[in-house]
């Protein structure tokens, strides 16, 4: 059974700088060939995607709100997708989860659902 699993959050003010942890377990040795996606959730708000990072290639994508503030990475050998978040705002508060899917390899390929969910990590910015 596939399982992700966050850690990482917290409460900051705003400018400081959080590091979110994904590690994947079920995946095993293939772990390298799927697509990790972060979304988030605010309260009363859909929920967005984030980030996301490609398996083989690592090509990475980043929503408009967040780019060039967060950066997405993975350590493969560790089975673990981070997001590193720098400059945080208050509109940044949100559960934040990571997510994947067997069928997603690529970040660019459409996903219309993703069966691997984790149980999100609170991350609250503070003015």
């Known amino acids: 059974q596939v399982q992700p699993v966050e850690s990482g959050g917290g409460l900051v003010q705003a400018g400081d700088s959080l590091r979110l942890s994904c590690i994947v377990s079920?995946?095993?040795?293939?772990?390298?060939?799927?697509?990790i996606g972060w979304f988030r959730q605010a309260p009363g708000k859909e929920r967005e995607a984030v980030s996301c990072?490609?398996?083989?290639?690592?090509?990475?994508t980043y929503a408009d709100s967040i780019k060039g503030r967060f950066s997405i990475s993975r350590d493969n050998a560790q089975n673990t997708v981070y997001l590193q978040m720098n400059s945080l705002k208050p509109e940044d508060t949100a559960v934040y989860y990571c997510?994947?899917?067997?069928?997603?390899?690529?970040?660019?390929?459409?996903?219309?659902?993703?069966?691997?969910w984790g149980q999100g990590a609170q991350v609250t910015v503070s003015s």
């Open positions: 997510a994947t899917d067997p069928k997603w390899l690529l970040c660019a390929a459409v996903m219309t659902t993703l069966d691997y």
């Open positions: 990072i490609s398996g083989r290639d690592r090509s990475t």
């Open positions: 079920g995946f095993g040795r293939t772990f390298q060939d799927y697509a």
